[in-house]
C-alpha cells in the first residue's frame, strides 16, 4: 500500500471507527451487528480522485461515484413536492357525532369535535409546518441524503428503514452518524429511531416499520413523510401498504369507556369465583371441532354432525352458538371474547336456557359476568394484548393471538391445549353474496342489524375461495384471517382441516362438502376422557393477589394524571409547534410506562391517542387565528377527562355491589349511566326567540329556558330523573 493510498484511507477508517464508537455508547445493538461485519453482496468503492464513498452493485455503481451529488439532487426533489406549506392528504379530521357512547371519554372528546366544528371545514388537505413531523427515510444507503436532509430543513422525528445490512454497513464509512444524530438526541421534543431488519421477508420488514410508527400518534397517520430513497419498489409497496391501513388503525386505538368496563367485568368476575383457565398439559389425540357462524355452516352441517357422532370435541364461536342450537348440534365448549352487556342480551334471547347450562364458557376475563351466569361451567383466560393481563394475569394464564374475534381465540385455545387434529367450520372469512354473510339463526340478521350490515358488508375485495376461484370479503374479515394464517403457522405438526366454503386459509386443507372419512365412537372414550381432565384443571383467583395489584395499578394511574397535567402547566399550550412538543412528551412517557406498568399503558393508550389525533388534526385545519383559544379549550378538555377518568377507576376498583345491581354491567356502553346524564344535557343547545305581534307591530324578547329531559321507559314518558 502506498503512502498516497494510505491518506486516502485515513478519514474513510476513522469515520467508521468513530461511527462504531458512537453506536457501541448510544446503540450497544448496532455496535455488535456491525463492528465485525462482512458485506455479503455489496462494496465500498473509494474513489482516489475525490476521496468520495460509492457502493458497488452487481458491480455497477450506485451513485454514478457522485455520492454527495446525488443526494443533495434527491433531497431537492423531494423538496419539490414536500415542503414547508406543502399539503399533504392523510386521513381527514374525523366528522362530528363520531363518539356516540354516553360516557366519560366518548362525551368529553366529542365536546372538543362539537367545538372545532362549529365553523365549518373544507379540509384540503394538512399542511407541512415550519418543520418536518415525522420522516420516515425508506433505505439508507451512503446516508448522504439523511444529512443533507436533516441539515437543511428542521426534523422533529426522523424513522431510517433498512433491510439491506450491507448498505448501512457503508454508510459507516460515508456519514458522520454522531453529527446527524446527536441534534435529536439532545432535544426532548425530537428523536432519531434507526429500524434495522436483516430480511427480504416483506411482511417481517412491514411489521417493523408498523411497530416504529404507532409510536408517534398523531403525528403518525397524519404528517407522516416517507423519503424513499433509490425510488425502491419493494420500499414502495411498504408505505403503500400503511397508507392502505391508516383507517384501520384509527379505529382500532381502543378507549377509556371501553377498558373501565373490561376491568368492572373482570373485577366481577375475580369476585364471583369463575376458575382461571388451565389448559391440560400435553399432546391431545381428540379431534377438535371450531365452529364459526360463516354462510357456508348450514351446507356443512352433515359433516359437522358425522365428526360429532365420531366422538370429535365441538367448540363454538361467538353467534355460531345460535345457529347450532337451531341444527340440533350440541356444544362442549364455547368461546366469547365481547365484553359488552349487549352479547348476554343476545346469548339469553337466541339460545334455551338448558342448552346453554350444558355448555362450558371459556372466554376473556373480560367477559361480562352476567354472560358468564347463563353457562354451566366456565374459564377464564387473559388476552396478551389487553391492560388485563398485563394487570393481573399470570403466564399460564394468558392465551397468545387470541384476537380480534372469537374464532381467532378458539384456535388460540386449540394450540394452547395441544390438540393435533383439527376441523374448522364456519371460518368463512368472506362470502358469495353480501346478504348472505352469516349462517341462518345468527343475530346478524335481525331487523335492527340490517342497515349497519349493508354498509359494512358493501365495502368488499376479493381474496382466493378454499375451492378455488374467488370469493368476497371485507377488510375486517380480511385482517382476522390473516391472524388465522399467522397464529396456524406457529402450529407445528398439527394437522388443520378446512371444512368451510369460504376463504381459502393458509395452512389447512380444505375437505369438500361430504368427503370426510371417519370411523364412528372412534374417539369417543377420547372425548370422555379429556373433558374429565378439562374440568379438574381449574385455577380459581387469588383475591388477595388481586386486591394489591388494583391498588397499584390506582396509585400508578394518579401518578401518570399528575405527570401529564403537571408538563401542561409547566408548558402550556398555544400553537401548533407547542401542541407538537407536548405529543413528543407523551410518547417519550409512554416508551417508560410500557417497561414500568405495561397494564396501565395499554389502559389509558387509545383514549391519549384519541385526543392527540384530534388536537392535532385540528390545529392543522384551523386559521392561525383561531388556535390560541382552540389550545385553551383542548388542554381544559383533556385535563379534565384526566381527573375523571382516574377518579372513575379508583371508585370501580373499590365498588364491591352485587352484579345485578352495577349500572355498569347491567348496561351496554350505549347506553348512558346514572352519573352521564348531567354530561349529556350540558350538550343539549337551545336558541329560542319570542316573536310577540301587537297591533302590526313585533316585539322580541330574550327568555331564559330550563331544559328537562324526558325518556321513554317502554310505556311512557318520564323525566330522566325519575327513568
Not at 415 to 441: M, N, P, T, W
Not at 566 to 579: M, N, T, V
Not at 647 to 676: F, G, H, Q, Y
Request: charged letters at 25%.
Amino acid at each position: 500500500m502506498t503512502d498516497s493510498s494510505t491518506d486516502l484511507l485515513q478519514p474513510i477508517m476513522t469515520m467508521k471507527a468513530k461511527n462504531l464508537a458512537f453506536f457501541k455508547r448510544y446503540y450497544p445493538g448496532i455496535y455488535a451487528h456491525f463492528v465485525n461485519y462482512q458485506m455479503q453482496n455489496e462494496k465500498v468503492n473509494i474513489l482516489p480522485q475525490t476521496g468520495e464513498v460509492d457502493i458497488l452493485c452487481e458491480g455497477r455503481s450506485l451513485y454514478a461515484e457522485q455520492s454527495q451529488a446525488y443526494a443533495k439532487r434527491e433531497v431537492a426533489t423531494f423538496l419539490a413536492s414536500f415542503d414547508y406549506g406543502s399539503r399533504i392528504s392523510s386521513v381527514k379530521p374525523i366528522d362530528n357525532n363520531t363518539y356516540q357512547n354516553p360516557r366519560t371519554f366518548a362525551l368529553s372528546l366529542d365536546a372538543v369535535y362539537r367545538y372545532y366544528h362549529k365553523k365549518e371545514r373544507n379540509f384540503k388537505g394538512y399542511r407541512i409546518p415550519d418543520f418536518f413531523p415525522l420522516v420516515v427515510f425508506t433505505g439508507c444507503g451512503l446516508g448522504q441524503h439523511i444529512r443533507v436532509l436533516t441539515s437543511v430543513r428542521t426534523v422533529r422525528h426522523a424513522i431510517l428503514l433498512e433491510n439491506n445490512m450491507d448498505r448501512f454497513a457503508a454508510s459507516l464509512y460515508a456519514v458522520d452518524w454522531e453529527a446527524v444524530v446527536t441534534p435529536f438526541r439532545n432535544d426532548p421534543d425530537r428523536s432519531f429511531q434507526f429500524v434495522l431488519v436483516p430480511s427480504d421477508d416483506e411482511e417481517q420488514v412491514f411489521g417493523s416499520l408498523w411497530n416504529a410508527l404507532l409510536t408517534y400518534c398523531p403525528l403518525f397517520p397524519l404528517t407522516t413523510l416517507f423519503y424513499n430513497h433509490k425510488g425502491s419498489p419493494f420500499f414502495d409497496r411498504l408505505s403503500d401498504r400503511v397508507n392502505a391501513d391508516l383507517y384501520v388503525h384509527l379505529f382500532s386505538f381502543g378507549n377509556f369507556d371501553d377498558e373501565l368496563n373490561q376491568l368492572n367485568n373482570a373485577l366481577h368476575n375475580f369476585r364471583n369465583n369463575t376458575p382461571l383457565l388451565r389448559a391440560p398439559s400435553g399432546n391431545q389425540t381428540l379431534p377438535v371441532c371450531v365452529v364459526g357462524a360463516g354462510p357456508s355452516l348450514d351446507g356443512r352441517a352433515d359433516d359437522l354432525r358425522q365428526l360429532q357422532e365420531a366422538g370429535a370435541l365441538i367448540i363454538s364461536c361467538g353467534t355460531a352458538l345460535a345457529s347450532l342450537q337451531r341444527l340440533g348440534i350440541r356444544v362442549d365448549i364455547h368461546v366469547e371474547l365481547e365484553s359488552d352487556y349487549l352479547t348476554y342480551r343476545l346469548q339469553k334471547q337466541s339460545c334455551d336456557e338448558d342448552y346453554l347450562k350444558g355448555i362450558c364458557l371459556v372466554g376473556a376475563a373480560q367477559l361480562n359476568p352476567m354472560l358468564v351466569s347463563l353457562f354451566g361451567d366456565a374459564r377464564l383466560f387473559f388476552k396478551d394484548d389487553g391492560s388485563l393481563a398485563h394487570i393481573f394475569a399470570d403466564p399460564a394464564d394468558i392465551v397468545p393471538n387470541a384476537t380480534p374475534t372469537c374464532t381467532n381465540a378458539a384456535l388460540a385455545f386449540v394450540r394452547k391445549s395441544g390438540f393435533q387434529e383439527v376441523y374448522l367450520f364456519g371460518l368463512d372469512y368472506g362470502f358469495i353474496d353480501s346478504k348472505y354473510h352469516h349462517a341462518k339463526g345468527s343475530v346478524y340478521y335481525s331487523e335492527n342489524m340490517k342497515s349497519a350490515n349493508e354498509e359494512k358488508y358493501g365495502n368488499s375485495i376479493e381474496i382466493p375461495a378454499a375451492g378455488g376461484g374467488l370469493i368476497t370479503t371485507t377488510p375486517f374479515f380480511f385482517s382476522s384471517k390473516r391472524r388465522i394464517e399467522n397464529l396456524i403457522r406457529t402450529m407445528n405438526g398439527v394437522q388443520l382441516h378446512n371444512c368451510s366454503d369460504g376463504a381459502k386459509i393458509e395452512g389447512a386443507d380444505w375437505i369438500p362438502k361430504e368427503q370426510l372419512q371417519l370411523d364412528k365412537g372412534r374417539f369417543s372414550t377420547d372425548k370422555q376422557q379429556f373433558l374429565i381432565m378439562f374440568n379438574n384443571h381449574r385455577q380459581y383467583p387469588v383475591w388477595e393477589k388481586i386486591v394489591k395489584e388494583k391498588q397499584d395499578f390506582c396509585a400508578d394511574f394518579q401518578e401518570l394524571i399528575r405527570l401529564y397535567q403537571s408538563e401542561l402547566d409547566k408548558s402550556p399550550i398555544d400553537s401548533l409547534s407547542g401542541f407538537v412538543d407536548y405529543c413528543s412528551f407523551v410518547r417519550t412517557s409512554f416508551e417508560n410506562l410500557l417497561v414500568r406498568n405495561a397494564g396501565l399503558y395499554f389502559f389509558i393508550r387509545g383514549s391519549i391517542w384519541h385526543f392527540l389525533y384530534a388536537g392535532y388534526s385540528h390545529l392543522l385545519t384551523m386559521e392561525e387565528s383561531e388556535t390560541g383559544d382552540y389550545c385553551q379549550y383542548w388542554c381544559e378538555k383533556f385535563s379534565l377527562f384526566l381527573t375523571k377518568s382516574c377518579a372513575e377507576t379508583k371508585r370501580i376498583v373499590a365498588m364491591n355491589r352485587a352484579m345485578w345491581e352495577d349500572e355498569l354491567v347491567s348496561r351496554s356502553i350505549a347506553d348512558p349511566r346514572e352519573c352521564d346524564r348531567e354530561l349529556l344535557h350540558s350538550k343539549l343547545q337551545w336558541d329560542y326567540e319570542q316573536i310577540l305581534i301587537e297591533n302590526g307591530q313585533c316585539f322580541f324578547d330574550d327568555l331564559d329556558w330550563k331544559y328537562a329531559g324526558y325518556g321513554f321507559n317502554g310505556k311512557k314518558f318520564l323525566p330522566y330523573e325519575e327513568l
